[in-house]
């Protein structure tokens, strides 16, 4: 069974950055569609960038600008570095299949303080 391990997360103040990286157990990277999500307590994950296998990226309007989603297939690895962060983008952040068809992993709580 394939595990998605995200680690990276931490408290940060407004403005800075943080890189979230996501290890794979297997080799699963290279043919899939990977993405990043992040949940806020009581409210449903949402998607926040993914990366086809070929590399396009895609990023919705509250991110974009500021978050950028790599892949090092060769790693079973994908990233996600963030800048300009905001208080709003607080949450627990996870990586998973653009479909969510993976286990998915504990996650990594981002704080970001104003």
């Known amino acids: 069974q394939v595990q998605l391990v995200e680690s990276g997360g931490g408290l940060v103040q407004a403005g800075g950055p943080l890189r979230l990286p996501c290890a794979a157990s297997g080799s699963i990277f290279s043919d899939k569609a990977m993405a990043w999500y992040r949940q806020t307590p009581g409210n449903q994950r949402e998607l926040v960038a993914f990366i086809s296998s070929g590399g396009n990226t895609y990023y919705p309007d509250s991110v974009k600008g500021r978050f950028t989603i790599t892949r090092d297939n060769a790693k079973n690895t994908m990233y996600l570095q963030m800048n300009s962060l905001k208080p709003g983008d607080t949450a627990v952040y996870y990586c998973?299949?653009?479909?969510?068809?993976?286990?998915w992993g504990q996650g990594t709580q981002v704080t970001v303080s104003s």
């Open positions: 998973n299949t653009l479909t969510g068809k993976l286990t």
